[in-house]
T-cell receptor, first 112, second 115 residues
Framework: KQEVTQIPAALSVPEGENLVLNCSFT??????LQWFRQDPGKGLTSLLL?????REQTSGRLNASLDKSSGRSTLYIAASQPGDSATYLCAVPRGGYNKLIFGAGTRLAVHP | GAVVSQHPSRVICKSGTSVKIECRSL??????MFWYRQFPKQSLMLMAT?????????EQGVEKDKFLINHASLTLSTLTVTSAHPEDSSFYIC???????????FGQGTRLTVV
């Protein structure tokens, strides 16, 4: 049974720091891995999708890496800003469909 | 990216009544949509898979007679919470993707409060 774990559960940093959020999964037979952002009381915003054949994806200040063999993905946030404050979730699909298994999330607070 | 629209964003209802939540894919056709539930400070848990033109499939522990799902067209799935109770109060959110192994897009979510 696939399980997804995210570390740390919460993070509070001053503005400008470079951040590392970790995600691990127990079954390496995944098609892709997706990172999301969730603001309080809101839906999910897709940040990055990494296919199983890829090692990393970049979007602006965000970079996500994937190491399938070790069951790990990392989300790097460069030069963090207060507007980055949110919960970050990683998820892997069950089978080939978009039926996702989520980690518990990392709650990020970036203070000025 | 693709857009999934969910309505309403918030609803308050009395115990015993039913509430319908709509999920629409605005710029692509989705033969399959998914419904999740999120309790406070917890992550999302899949409730059911909505299949266009056929019955929904439910995750273990989810009552199919309580959470009715209808996927009548390629762009619309509805979740009806029947005979709602306070313990059904939660954040419900739908998702859809344009195909296998593609990016999943999520609606804005619906905050249901049963009083």
């Amino acid at each position: 049974k696939q399980e997804v774990t995210q570390i740390p559960a919460a993070l509070s940093v001053p503005e400008g720091e470079n951040l590392v959020l970790n995600c691990s999964f127990t079954d390496s037979a995944i098609y892709n891995l997706q990172w999301f952002r969730q603001d309080p009381g809101k839906g999910l915003t897709s940040l990055l999708l990494i296919q199983s054949s890829q090692r990393e994806q970049t979007s602006g200040r965000l970079n996500a890496s994937l190491d399938k063999s070790s069951g790990r993905s990392t989300l790097y946030i460069a030069a963090s800003q207060p507007g980055d404050s949110a919960t970050y979730l990683c998820a892997v699909p069950r089978g080939g469909y978009n039926k996702l298994i989520f980690g518990a999330g990392t709650r990020l607070a970036v203070h000025p | 990216g693709a857009v999934v629209s969910q309505h309403p964003s918030r609803v308050i209802c009395k115990s015993g009544t039913s509430v319908k939540i709509e999920c629409r894919s605005l710029d692509f056709q989705a033969t399959t949509m998914f419904w999740y539930r999120q309790f406070p400070k917890q992550s999302l848990m899949l409730m059911a898979t909505s299949n266009e033109g056929s019955k929904a499939t439910y995750e273990q522990g989810v009552e199919k007679d309580k959470f009715l799902i209808n996927h009548a067209s390629l762009t619309l799935s509805t979740l009806t919470v029947t005979s709602a109770h306070p313990e059904d109060s939660s954040f419900y959110i739908c998702s859809a993707g344009a195909g296998l192994q593609t990016e999943a897009f999520f609606g804005q979510g619906t905050r249901l409060t049963v009083v």
